[in-house]
C-alpha cells in the first residue's frame, strides 16, 4: 500500500512542475514573437522613409529639369552656383525658396546648382578647366530624423541648356 501512495505523490509531483514549466516555456516564446514582430515593424518604418526620400529626390531633379525647360537664363544660370536652395509649391508651380519647410512633417530637402567645368582639349566634364555655361551640376540632398540619427540621401545629375532658351 506503501508503495501505491508513493507513485501517487510521484505523478502530483510530476504535474505541478508541468504547470510551472509549461506556462513559462510559452510565455517566452510569446515574448520572443512579439520582440521580432515589433523589430520588423521598426524596419519597415525605415524602410518606407528611404522610399519617400527616393522619391523626394527624383522629384528635386525633376524641378530643377522644369526651370531649365521655362527658362534657363533667368532659373537656372541666374542662380548662385554651390548655394543650397529648397523648392516649395507655390498655387501652380514650383518656386525657389531659402526658407526650411519640412515635407511631411519631417524631410528637408535642399538643392545645389554647381558650375560643370569642360577639359580644353577633349571636352569631356572634367574637374578643372574651362566652365561650361550651359551645362549645370544638379545635387539634391534629402535629410531626415530616423531611429538612429539623421539621415541623409544624396542624387546628383547633370542638366544641360538644350532649349537655348
Same mark, same amino acid.
Given at each position: 500500500?506503501?508503495?501505491?501512495?508513493?507513485?501517487?505523490?510521484?505523478?502530483?509531483?510530476?504535474?505541478?512542475?508541468?504547470?510551472?514549466?509549461?506556462?513559462?516555456?510559452?510565455?517566452?516564446?510569446?515574448?520572443?514573437?512579439?520582440?521580432?514582430?515589433?523589430?520588423?515593424?521598426?524596419?519597415?518604418?525605415?524602410?518606407?522613409?528611404?522610399?519617400?526620400? *527616393?522619391?523626394?529626390?527624383?522629384?528635386?531633379?525633376?524641378?530643377? @529639369?522644369?526651370?531649365?525647360? =521655362? /527658362? $534657363? %537664363? #533667368?532659373?537656372?544660370?541666374?542662380?548662385?552656383?554651390?548655394?543650397?536652395?529648397?523648392?516649395?509649391?507655390?498655387?501652380?508651380?514650383?518656386?525657389?525658396?531659402?526658407?526650411?519647410?519640412?515635407?511631411?512633417?519631417?524631410?528637408?530637402?535642399?538643392?545645389?546648382?554647381?558650375?560643370?567645368?569642360?577639359?580644353?582639349?577633349?571636352?569631356?566634364? *572634367?574637374?578643372?578647366?574651362?566652365?561650361?555655361?550651359?551645362?549645370? @551640376?544638379?545635387?539634391?540632398? =534629402? /535629410? $531626415? %530624423? #530616423?531611429?538612429?540619427?539623421?539621415?541623409?540621401?544624396?542624387?546628383?545629375?547633370?542638366?544641360?541648356?538644350?532649349?537655348?532658351?
Amino acid at each position: 500500500m506503501n508503495k501505491i501512495n508513493f507513485q501517487k505523490n510521484k505523478n502530483t509531483a510530476f504535474s505541478i512542475i508541468e504547470v510551472v514549466v509549461v506556462p513559462a516555456i510559452l510565455l517566452m516564446i510569446v515574448l520572443a514573437v512579439m520582440n521580432a514582430f515589433t523589430a520588423y515593424v521598426k524596419s519597415s518604418k525605415g524602410s518606407i522613409d528611404a522610399v519617400k526620400a *527616393s522619391y523626394l529626390l527624383e522629384e528635386g531633379i525633376e524641378v530643377v @529639369k522644369t526651370f531649365r525647360d =521655362v /527658362s $534657363w %537664363n #533667368s532659373k537656372i544660370a541666374s542662380s548662385t552656383v554651390d548655394v543650397p536652395f529648397r523648392i516649395a509649391w507655390n498655387t501652380n508651380s514650383f518656386a525657389t525658396t531659402s526658407s526650411t519647410a519640412l515635407i511631411d512633417g519631417m524631410f528637408d530637402r535642399t538643392i545645389v546648382l554647381s558650375n560643370v567645368y569642360r577639359d580644353n582639349v577633349s571636352k569631356d566634364i *572634367s574637374t578643372s578647366g574651362t566652365i561650361d555655361n550651359n551645362t549645370k @551640376k544638379v545635387t539634391v540632398s =534629402v /535629410s $531626415w %530624423n #530616423s531611429g538612429s540619427g539623421t539621415t541623409t540621401k544624396t542624387l546628383s545629375a547633370y542638366v544641360t541648356n538644350i532649349f537655348s532658351n
